[in-house]
């Protein structure tokens, strides 16, 4: 079955960086692209970045351009958020996704805090 599991959040002070990461498994990695996500407090989920299976990224317009970066390594199945510059509005739950045979799938998500 198709499993995401992220890590790599915690709390940050304003203006750290920290860099997630997305282990994939039960599906042909190289072959999908893949999703980053956040959600804070009372907020919606929100996609912050993309990368697809060739390796070509998106991130999303507003505040994180500039700032987050994404990329995956297809040997280890695994995808990354570098996230720098960070600011309190950035602490939210982040979720990585991929979309495999039309079915959504989520990881748990793992929680980020930037604070002083």
């Known amino acids: 079955q198709v499993q995401l599991v992220e890590s790599g959040g915690g709390l940050v002070q304003p203006g750290g960086s920290l860099r997630l990461s997305c282990v994939a498994s039960?599906?042909?990695?190289?072959?999908?692209?893949l999703y980053w996500y956040r959600q804070a407090p009372g907020k919606e989920r929100d996609m912050v970045a993309t990368i697809t299976s060739h390796g070509v990224t998106a991130i999303a317009p507003g505040s994180v351009r500039g700032r987050f970066f994404i990329s995956r390594d297809n040997a280890k199945s695994t995808v990354y958020l570098q996230m720098n510059s960070l600011k309190p509005d950035d602490t939210a739950v982040y979720y990585c996704?991929?979309?495999?045979?039309?079915?959504?799938?989520w990881g748990q998500g793992t929680q980020v805090t930037v604070s002083s």
């Open positions: 996704s991929a979309v495999v045979v039309g079915v959504q799938y």
């Open positions: 039960g599906f042909t990695f190289n072959n999908y692209a």
